[in-house]
């Protein structure tokens, strides 16, 4: 699905296995945000495939947060060649709760470590100017990445159409939540790109989703 030149949306539209959306910027550098569960990575690569790119030439993956539905698939990168971004309380994280299945999967943790700590502040990309925003509330170190050329906000598990992220996993915060989404709005984004569901598309649709969820969710965090 294109989004807008350069911006891809891959959509995860079975409501039955848990997987996330996966955006593509073609960049260059081509970025691919979220790639989701390492048994679904073939979906991605078929879909990268369809507009003439294979995996090695990703120059960089972000991950939006460190649960494995959004970056187990790093592991099947060959990470000489594409390099892997990710918070440092993501990675503080994952290290702390290496034990637990449901955040590791089993995983080798040595196959998900950055190379690259982002945080907030501008990511500068071949004259590209994103801003990264740190979103803690789903997981303390939530990055919401916001193109302000073409005004796209890739919100992770931050925040959907008409819902927001879970707070009652490990390193979850109701009241950061809160204050993170808070921060969104300002920004007057024309598309709101979720980490699952629908993406939405329009100014009008973004400010509404917004109010919504301030006037249904926000009593509850």
């Known amino acids: 699905?294109?989004?807008?030149?350069?911006?891809?949306?891959?959509?995860?539209?079975?409501?039955?296995?848990?997987?996330?959306?996966?955006?593509?910027?073609?960049?260059?550098?081509?970025?691919?945000?979220?790639?989701?569960?390492?048994?679904?990575?073939?979906?991605?690569?078929?879909?990268?495939?369809?507009?003439?790119?294979?995996?090695?030439?990703i120059d960089l993956v972000l991950g939006t947060h460190c649960h494995p539905d959004h970056i187990e698939a790093v592991s099947g990168f060959d990470?000489?060649?594409?390099?892997?971004?990710?918070?440092?309380?993501?990675?503080?994280?994952?290290?702390q709760f290496k034990n637990l299945s449901f955040m590791t999967g089993g995983l080798d943790l040595t196959s998900l470590e950055p190379e690259i700590f982002i945080k907030e502040g501008e990511l500068q990309l071949n004259g590209e100017h994103w801003q990264l925003l740190h979103c803690p509330g789903h997981s303390p170190g939530s990055i919401c990445i916001f193109d302000p050329q073409r005004r796209i906000l890739v919100s992770g598990d931050v925040v959907f159409k008409d819902g927001i992220g879970r707070v009652d996993l490990p390193g979850g915060n109701a009241r950061a939540l809160k204050k993170s989404i808070s921060r969104?709005?300002?920004?007057?984004?024309?598309?709101?790109?979720?980490?699952?569901?629908?993406?939405?598309?329009?100014?009008?649709?973004?400010?509404?989703?917004?109010e919504h969820i301030r006037r249904t969710w926000f009593d509850y965090l």
């Open 1 to 57: 699905m294109l989004i807008e030149p350069k911006w891809h949306c891959f959509p995860w539209r079975d409501p039955g296995t848990n997987n996330c959306n996966t955006y593509f910027f073609e960049g260059p550098p081509r970025i691919l945000i979220d790639p989701g569960h390492r048994g679904f990575l073939p979906r991605v690569q078929g879909e990268l495939e369809k507009l003439g790119y294979g995996l090695d030439q």
């Open 79 to 95: 990470r000489r060649r594409t390099l892997f971004g990710l918070h440092r309380d993501e990675w503080k994280l994952l290290a």
């Open 184 to 210: 969104l709005p300002s920004l007057e984004a024309r598309f709101l790109l979720p980490g699952h569901g629908e993406p939405l598309i329009g100014e009008d649709r973004v400010a509404s989703n917004f």
